[in-house]
Protein backbone atom coordinates (compact mmCIF):
# COMPACT_ATOMS: atom_id res chain seq x y z
CA UNK A 1 0.00 0.00 0.00
CA UNK A 2 1.54 3.40 -1.40
CA UNK A 3 1.38 5.44 1.98
CA UNK A 4 2.62 8.77 0.28
CA UNK A 5 6.43 9.58 -1.15
CA UNK A 6 9.49 11.06 0.63
CA UNK A 7 11.61 13.55 -0.67
CA UNK A 8 15.75 13.74 -0.03
CA UNK A 9 17.80 16.18 -0.10
CA UNK A 10 21.58 17.78 0.54
CA UNK A 11 22.34 20.92 1.04
CA UNK A 12 25.55 22.79 1.82
CA UNK A 13 29.17 21.44 1.67
CA UNK A 14 30.27 17.56 1.04
CA UNK A 15 30.65 15.16 4.50
CA UNK A 16 31.28 11.59 4.42
CA UNK A 17 28.65 9.63 5.90
CA UNK A 18 25.69 11.15 3.36
CA UNK A 19 25.06 8.10 1.45
CA UNK A 20 24.73 6.39 4.70
CA UNK A 21 21.71 8.36 5.79
CA UNK A 22 20.30 8.55 1.99
CA UNK A 23 20.96 4.35 1.98
CA UNK A 24 19.05 3.66 5.02
CA UNK A 25 16.27 6.55 4.92
CA UNK A 26 15.14 5.15 1.85
CA UNK A 27 15.34 1.31 2.39
CA UNK A 28 12.75 1.88 5.54
CA UNK A 29 11.11 4.48 3.81
CA UNK A 30 10.04 1.78 0.87
CA UNK A 31 9.22 -0.75 3.59
CA UNK A 32 6.93 1.04 4.78
CA UNK A 33 5.11 1.53 1.67
CA UNK A 34 6.58 4.79 0.95
CA UNK A 35 8.02 5.85 -2.66
CA UNK A 36 11.19 7.87 -2.25
CA UNK A 37 12.79 11.06 -4.49
CA UNK A 38 16.27 12.09 -4.36
CA UNK A 39 15.94 15.65 -5.84
CA UNK A 40 19.27 16.69 -7.05
CA UNK A 41 21.05 19.86 -5.34
CA UNK A 42 19.48 20.61 -2.73
CA UNK A 43 17.00 23.50 -2.95
CA UNK A 44 18.73 24.70 -6.37
CA UNK A 45 15.61 23.38 -9.01
CA UNK A 46 13.16 22.94 -6.02
CA UNK A 47 13.32 26.92 -6.03
CA UNK A 48 12.53 27.31 -9.97
CA UNK A 49 9.26 25.83 -8.71
CA UNK A 50 10.59 21.97 -9.98
CA UNK A 51 11.60 18.48 -8.74
CA UNK A 52 15.39 17.48 -10.73
CA UNK A 53 15.19 14.28 -8.94
CA UNK A 54 15.35 10.25 -9.18
CA UNK A 55 13.64 7.67 -8.11
CA UNK A 56 15.22 5.81 -5.40
CA UNK A 57 14.86 2.18 -4.87
CA UNK A 58 16.51 -0.67 -2.20
CA UNK A 59 18.82 -1.77 -5.22
CA UNK A 60 19.71 1.48 -6.25
CA UNK A 61 21.30 2.40 -2.65
CA UNK A 62 21.98 -1.43 -1.23
CA UNK A 63 25.44 -0.29 -1.11
CA UNK A 64 26.02 3.11 -1.73
CA UNK A 65 26.79 3.62 2.32
CA UNK A 66 30.17 2.89 1.77
CA UNK A 67 30.45 5.89 -0.52
CA UNK A 68 31.57 9.00 -0.17
CA UNK A 69 29.88 11.95 -1.75
CA UNK A 70 26.35 12.04 -2.26
CA UNK A 71 24.32 10.33 -5.38
CA UNK A 72 21.97 13.18 -5.24
CA UNK A 73 24.75 15.75 -4.98
CA UNK A 74 24.37 19.15 -3.00
CA UNK A 75 24.05 22.63 -3.28
CA UNK A 76 24.02 25.68 -1.29
CA UNK A 77 20.92 27.64 -2.80
CA UNK A 78 19.14 29.37 -0.16
CA UNK A 79 15.37 29.54 -0.92
CA UNK A 80 14.08 32.01 2.19
CA UNK A 81 15.94 34.70 0.52
CA UNK A 82 12.73 35.31 -1.45
CA UNK A 83 8.99 34.45 -0.76
CA UNK A 84 8.37 33.26 -4.20
CA UNK A 85 11.36 30.90 -4.12
CA UNK A 86 9.54 29.39 -1.23
CA UNK A 87 6.39 29.36 -2.50
CA UNK A 88 8.37 27.44 -5.67
CA UNK A 89 9.50 25.31 -3.14
CA UNK A 90 6.20 24.07 -1.87
CA UNK A 91 4.03 23.89 -5.59
CA UNK A 92 6.96 21.31 -6.75
CA UNK A 93 7.00 19.27 -3.93
CA UNK A 94 3.56 19.24 -3.84
CA UNK A 95 2.80 18.33 -7.74
CA UNK A 96 5.37 15.67 -7.30
CA UNK A 97 3.47 14.44 -4.44
CA UNK A 98 6.07 14.82 -1.66
CA UNK A 99 5.12 15.26 1.52
CA UNK A 100 7.50 14.24 3.80
CA UNK A 101 11.07 15.38 3.05
CA UNK A 102 14.30 14.81 4.63
CA UNK A 103 17.21 17.71 4.87
CA UNK A 104 20.82 16.48 5.25
CA UNK A 105 22.76 19.49 5.97
CA UNK A 106 23.83 21.66 8.65
CA UNK A 107 22.02 25.05 10.34
CA UNK A 108 20.64 26.48 7.07
CA UNK A 109 19.73 23.76 5.31
CA UNK A 110 17.88 22.66 8.34
CA UNK A 111 16.05 26.85 8.44
CA UNK A 112 15.43 26.22 5.01
CA UNK A 113 13.40 23.17 5.41
CA UNK A 114 12.18 24.55 8.05
CA UNK A 115 10.74 27.87 6.21
CA UNK A 116 9.64 25.70 3.29
CA UNK A 117 7.04 23.30 5.55
CA UNK A 118 5.83 26.41 7.60
CA UNK A 119 5.09 28.16 4.44
CA UNK A 120 3.10 25.29 3.25
CA UNK A 121 1.39 25.59 6.24
CA UNK A 122 0.62 29.26 6.66
CA UNK A 123 -0.10 29.90 3.26
CA UNK A 124 -1.58 26.82 1.91
CA UNK A 125 -2.80 24.86 4.48
CA UNK A 126 -1.06 21.62 3.63
CA UNK A 127 1.45 19.73 5.53
CA UNK A 128 4.88 18.81 4.87
CA UNK A 129 6.60 17.15 7.53
CA UNK A 130 10.53 17.40 7.63
CA UNK A 131 13.23 15.73 9.41
CA UNK A 132 16.99 17.02 9.25
CA UNK A 133 20.24 14.90 9.92
CA UNK A 134 23.32 17.11 11.46
CA UNK A 135 26.18 16.91 8.37
CA UNK A 136 29.19 18.80 8.49
CA UNK A 137 32.95 18.19 9.42
CA UNK A 138 33.11 21.33 11.23
CA UNK A 139 31.50 19.35 13.93
CA UNK A 140 29.44 22.78 15.35
CA UNK A 141 26.12 22.29 14.85
CA UNK A 142 24.52 23.10 18.36
CA UNK A 143 23.55 19.19 19.24
CA UNK A 144 24.73 17.74 23.33
CA UNK A 145 27.97 17.45 24.09
CA UNK A 146 29.69 14.69 23.39
CA UNK A 147 27.69 13.72 20.00
CA UNK A 148 29.45 14.08 16.89
CA UNK A 149 28.09 15.46 13.69
CA UNK A 150 28.03 13.17 11.01
CA UNK A 151 31.27 13.21 8.75
CA UNK A 152 33.80 14.73 11.53
CA UNK A 153 35.47 11.68 12.58
CA UNK A 154 35.91 10.31 9.03
CA UNK A 155 37.14 13.96 8.54
CA UNK A 156 39.70 13.87 11.24
CA UNK A 157 40.82 10.70 10.80
CA UNK A 158 41.65 10.99 7.28
CA UNK A 159 43.32 14.95 8.12
CA UNK A 160 45.45 13.67 11.02
CA UNK A 161 46.72 10.97 8.73
CA UNK A 162 47.83 13.83 6.10
CA UNK A 163 49.37 15.53 8.48
CA UNK A 164 51.02 13.19 10.43
CA UNK A 165 52.46 12.39 6.29
CA UNK A 166 53.44 16.14 6.93
CA UNK A 167 55.08 15.91 10.17
CA UNK A 168 57.23 12.73 8.83
CA UNK A 169 58.27 15.23 5.57
CA UNK A 170 59.02 18.17 7.95
CA UNK A 171 61.29 15.91 9.55
CA UNK A 172 63.40 14.71 6.70
CA UNK A 173 63.45 17.85 4.82
CA UNK A 174 64.14 20.38 7.81
CA UNK A 175 61.02 22.72 6.97
CA UNK A 176 58.00 23.77 8.56
CA UNK A 177 54.45 23.82 6.96
CA UNK A 178 51.73 25.83 7.56
CA UNK A 179 48.42 23.92 7.30
CA UNK A 180 45.54 25.62 7.32
CA UNK A 181 42.34 23.63 8.24
CA UNK A 182 38.00 23.94 7.46
CA UNK A 183 35.79 24.96 10.22
CA UNK A 184 34.20 27.94 9.42
CA UNK A 185 33.12 29.08 13.27
CA UNK A 186 34.79 26.33 15.63
CA UNK A 187 38.22 24.61 15.83
CA UNK A 188 36.91 21.26 16.22
CA UNK A 189 38.11 19.71 12.99
CA UNK A 190 41.43 21.72 13.52
CA UNK A 191 42.17 20.52 16.98
CA UNK A 192 41.53 17.31 16.52
CA UNK A 193 43.36 17.12 13.47
CA UNK A 194 46.25 19.13 15.19
CA UNK A 195 46.24 16.92 18.59
CA UNK A 196 45.35 13.07 16.66
CA UNK A 197 48.68 13.83 14.24
CA UNK A 198 50.57 15.41 16.48
CA UNK A 199 51.07 18.66 15.13
CA UNK A 200 54.03 21.21 16.47
CA UNK A 201 51.02 23.62 17.45
CA UNK A 202 47.31 24.33 16.84
CA UNK A 203 45.62 27.41 16.89
CA UNK A 204 41.95 27.72 16.91
CA UNK A 205 40.12 30.64 17.40
CA UNK A 206 38.39 29.93 20.52
CA UNK A 207 41.65 30.60 22.84
CA UNK A 208 40.48 34.76 22.03
CA UNK A 209 37.55 34.02 24.36
CA UNK A 210 35.35 36.19 21.84
CA UNK A 211 37.85 39.10 21.95
CA UNK A 212 38.80 40.79 18.78
CA UNK A 213 41.37 38.54 16.67
CA UNK A 214 44.83 40.34 15.33
CA UNK A 215 46.73 39.25 12.55
CA UNK A 216 49.85 40.29 14.36
CA UNK A 217 49.19 38.05 17.58
CA UNK A 218 48.98 34.58 15.28
CA UNK A 219 51.67 35.58 13.97
CA UNK A 220 53.42 36.19 16.87
CA UNK A 221 52.23 32.80 18.54
CA UNK A 222 53.77 31.18 15.16
CA UNK A 223 57.22 32.67 15.38
CA UNK A 224 57.82 31.70 18.89
CA UNK A 225 56.84 28.14 18.38
CA UNK A 226 59.70 28.55 15.36
CA UNK A 227 61.91 29.90 17.64
CA UNK A 228 61.28 27.85 20.73
CA UNK A 229 62.12 24.46 18.41
CA UNK A 230 65.24 26.05 17.23
CA UNK A 231 66.20 26.49 20.68
CA UNK A 232 65.88 22.70 20.73
CA UNK A 233 68.26 22.04 17.66
CA UNK A 234 64.84 21.25 15.62
CA UNK A 235 64.00 23.55 12.93
CA UNK A 236 61.00 21.93 11.50
CA UNK A 237 57.24 20.92 12.57
CA UNK A 238 54.01 21.61 11.42
CA UNK A 239 51.06 23.83 12.61
CA UNK A 240 47.38 23.35 12.36
CA UNK A 241 45.63 26.39 11.90
CA UNK A 242 41.73 27.01 11.62
CA UNK A 243 40.59 28.62 8.47
CA UNK A 244 37.77 30.38 11.05
CA UNK A 245 40.27 32.81 12.35
CA UNK A 246 39.31 35.19 9.34
CA UNK A 247 35.54 35.21 10.92
CA UNK A 248 36.60 36.77 14.21
CA UNK A 249 39.28 39.13 12.37
CA UNK A 250 38.18 42.99 12.94
CA UNK A 251 36.59 44.87 10.36
CA UNK A 252 40.03 46.48 10.15
CA UNK A 253 41.76 43.63 9.43
CA UNK A 254 39.11 42.07 7.18
CA UNK A 255 39.33 45.71 4.93
CA UNK A 256 42.96 44.58 4.56
CA UNK A 257 41.83 41.28 2.91
CA UNK A 258 39.78 43.28 0.24
CA UNK A 259 36.86 42.35 -1.27
CA UNK A 260 36.20 39.16 0.95
CA UNK A 261 33.45 37.19 -0.94
CA UNK A 262 30.27 35.87 0.69
CA UNK A 263 27.88 33.11 -0.34
CA UNK A 264 24.11 33.56 -0.63
CA UNK A 265 23.62 33.01 3.01
CA UNK A 266 25.85 35.62 3.98
CA UNK A 267 28.73 33.47 5.27
CA UNK A 268 32.52 34.52 4.19
CA UNK A 269 34.00 31.93 1.30
CA UNK A 270 37.30 31.31 3.48
CA UNK A 271 37.86 28.77 0.14
CA UNK A 272 38.70 32.03 -1.81
CA UNK A 273 40.30 33.88 1.19
CA UNK A 274 44.05 32.34 1.09
CA UNK A 275 44.32 32.58 4.01
CA UNK A 276 46.94 29.93 4.45
CA UNK A 277 49.40 31.95 2.10
CA UNK A 278 48.64 35.07 3.78
CA UNK A 279 49.54 33.69 6.93
CA UNK A 280 52.74 32.18 6.07
CA UNK A 281 54.03 35.31 4.31
CA UNK A 282 53.47 37.37 7.69
CA UNK A 283 55.37 34.56 9.74
CA UNK A 284 58.42 34.40 7.52
CA UNK A 285 58.45 38.06 7.47
CA UNK A 286 58.28 38.47 11.33
CA UNK A 287 60.97 35.79 11.37
CA UNK A 288 63.60 37.50 8.93
CA UNK A 289 62.73 40.77 11.20
CA UNK A 290 64.71 38.61 13.60
CA UNK A 291 67.25 37.70 11.37
CA UNK A 292 65.77 34.18 10.66
CA UNK A 293 65.41 32.77 7.11
CA UNK A 294 62.53 29.93 7.42
CA UNK A 295 61.13 27.95 4.51
CA UNK A 296 57.32 27.54 5.43
CA UNK A 297 55.24 25.28 3.16
CA UNK A 298 51.52 26.57 3.23
CA UNK A 299 48.92 23.81 2.73
CA UNK A 300 44.81 24.00 2.95
CA UNK A 301 43.25 21.28 3.97
CA UNK A 302 39.42 20.48 3.78
CA UNK A 303 38.38 19.73 0.13
CA UNK A 304 40.22 16.04 0.01
CA UNK A 305 37.98 15.38 3.63
CA UNK A 306 34.54 16.26 2.20
CA UNK A 307 33.81 13.69 0.05
CA UNK A 308 36.12 10.31 1.89
CA UNK A 309 34.32 6.99 2.08
CA UNK A 310 33.09 6.86 5.92
CA UNK A 311 34.47 5.43 8.72
CA UNK A 312 32.59 2.61 10.05
CA UNK A 313 32.28 5.02 12.91
CA UNK A 314 30.34 7.50 10.32
CA UNK A 315 28.61 4.29 8.44
CA UNK A 316 27.02 2.72 11.42
CA UNK A 317 25.63 6.72 12.50
CA UNK A 318 24.38 7.31 9.45
CA UNK A 319 22.59 4.45 8.85
CA UNK A 320 20.94 4.93 12.28
CA UNK A 321 19.58 8.49 11.49
CA UNK A 322 18.49 7.58 8.10
CA UNK A 323 15.86 5.04 9.63
CA UNK A 324 15.10 6.71 12.66
CA UNK A 325 14.29 10.22 10.46
CA UNK A 326 11.60 8.14 8.17
CA UNK A 327 9.96 6.28 11.71
CA UNK A 328 10.09 9.93 13.41
CA UNK A 329 8.34 11.81 10.37
CA UNK A 330 5.68 7.98 9.51
CA UNK A 331 4.72 8.57 13.08
CA UNK A 332 3.76 12.04 12.45
CA UNK A 333 6.89 13.88 13.50
CA UNK A 334 8.12 17.05 12.20
CA UNK A 335 10.34 20.25 12.62
CA UNK A 336 13.17 18.06 14.31
CA UNK A 337 17.04 17.74 14.20
CA UNK A 338 17.46 13.55 14.82
CA UNK A 339 20.29 13.04 17.19
CA UNK A 340 21.51 9.57 18.84
CA UNK A 341 22.22 9.92 22.55
CA UNK A 342 23.45 6.95 24.76
CA UNK A 343 21.98 4.42 21.88
CA UNK A 344 18.39 6.32 21.94
CA UNK A 345 16.98 8.41 19.00
CA UNK A 346 16.41 11.79 20.14
CA UNK A 347 14.85 14.13 18.25
CA UNK A 348 15.85 17.92 19.13
CA UNK A 349 12.97 20.28 18.07
CA UNK A 350 13.92 22.53 15.72
CA UNK A 351 12.15 25.66 17.88
CA UNK A 352 15.14 24.37 20.12
CA UNK A 353 17.85 25.09 18.30
CA UNK A 354 17.11 28.38 16.10
CA UNK A 355 16.47 31.72 15.78
CA UNK A 356 13.31 31.11 13.56
CA UNK A 357 13.70 34.62 12.14
CA UNK A 358 17.60 34.49 11.44
CA UNK A 359 17.46 30.58 10.82
CA UNK A 360 20.96 30.49 13.09
CA UNK A 361 21.60 28.20 15.80
CA UNK A 362 24.51 28.92 18.55
CA UNK A 363 27.74 27.39 16.96
CA UNK A 364 29.19 25.23 19.07
CA UNK A 365 32.69 25.93 19.92
CA UNK A 366 35.75 24.37 21.89
CA UNK A 367 35.65 24.10 25.52
CA UNK A 368 39.04 25.45 26.15
CA UNK A 369 38.44 24.80 29.49
CA UNK A 370 37.50 21.58 29.08
CA UNK A 371 39.86 18.58 29.88
CA UNK A 372 40.28 17.66 26.19
CA UNK A 373 41.77 21.40 25.18
CA UNK A 374 43.95 21.45 28.16
CA UNK A 375 45.57 18.49 27.36
CA UNK A 376 45.75 19.44 23.58
CA UNK A 377 47.72 22.30 25.27
CA UNK A 378 50.04 20.78 27.09
CA UNK A 379 51.51 19.15 23.84
CA UNK A 380 52.24 22.21 21.99
CA UNK A 381 55.27 23.92 21.78
CA UNK A 382 54.53 27.29 21.87
CA UNK A 383 55.85 30.28 24.19
CA UNK A 384 54.04 29.13 28.10
CA UNK A 385 53.88 31.15 31.13
CA UNK A 386 56.45 28.49 32.76
CA UNK A 387 58.76 29.91 29.90
CA UNK A 388 59.23 33.03 31.89
CA UNK A 389 60.45 31.02 34.59
CA UNK A 390 63.63 29.38 32.42
CA UNK A 391 66.30 31.48 32.06
CA UNK A 392 68.31 29.01 30.16
CA UNK A 393 65.76 28.90 27.17
CA UNK A 394 64.83 32.62 27.20
CA UNK A 395 68.55 33.15 26.68
CA UNK A 396 68.69 30.20 23.76
CA UNK A 397 65.39 31.79 22.15
CA UNK A 398 66.84 35.27 22.44
CA UNK A 399 70.51 34.26 21.17
CA UNK A 400 69.03 32.85 17.94
CA UNK A 401 67.68 36.29 16.88
CA UNK A 402 69.18 40.11 16.74
CA UNK A 403 67.24 41.02 19.68
CA UNK A 404 68.47 41.90 22.84
CA UNK A 405 66.99 40.24 26.18
CA UNK A 406 65.19 43.31 27.21
CA UNK A 407 63.70 44.05 23.79
CA UNK A 408 62.52 40.08 23.44
CA UNK A 409 60.50 40.63 26.67
CA UNK A 410 59.34 43.79 25.44
CA UNK A 411 57.74 42.71 21.96
CA UNK A 412 56.49 39.15 22.88
CA UNK A 413 56.57 38.59 26.45
CA UNK A 414 52.79 39.96 26.30
CA UNK A 415 51.88 36.16 24.41
CA UNK A 416 52.50 35.25 27.78
CA UNK A 417 50.09 37.10 29.57
CA UNK A 418 47.78 35.98 27.16
CA UNK A 419 48.08 32.51 27.25
CA UNK A 420 44.74 30.53 26.99
CA UNK A 421 45.99 27.95 29.93
CA UNK A 422 48.13 29.51 32.57
CA UNK A 423 49.65 26.11 33.89
Request: aromatic letters at 8%; one cysteine or more.
Amino acid sequence: MNKGKLGILVGGGPAPGLNGVIHAATIEAINNGLEVVGIYEGFKYLMEGKVNGTPLTIESVSRIHQRGGSIIRTSRANPTKKEDWLANCVHALLDEGITYLLALGGDDTAFSAYSVSRYAKEHMGVNIQVAHAPKTIDNDLPLPKGIPTFGFETARALGASLVSNLMEDALTGQRWYLVVAMGRKAGHLALGIGKSAGATLTLIPEEWRRREIRMQEVVDILTMSVLKRLADDKPYGVFVVAEGFVEYMSETELAALKDVPRDSHGHILLSEVDFSRILTTAVRAELKKLGIDMRIVSKDLGYELRCAPPSAYDIDYTRTLGESAVEFLLNGGSHATITVQQGEIVPISFDTMMDPETGRTEVRIVDIDGGTYKSAYKFMVRLKPPDAEDPILLADMVNRTNLTLDQFKERYGYLIEIAPCPF
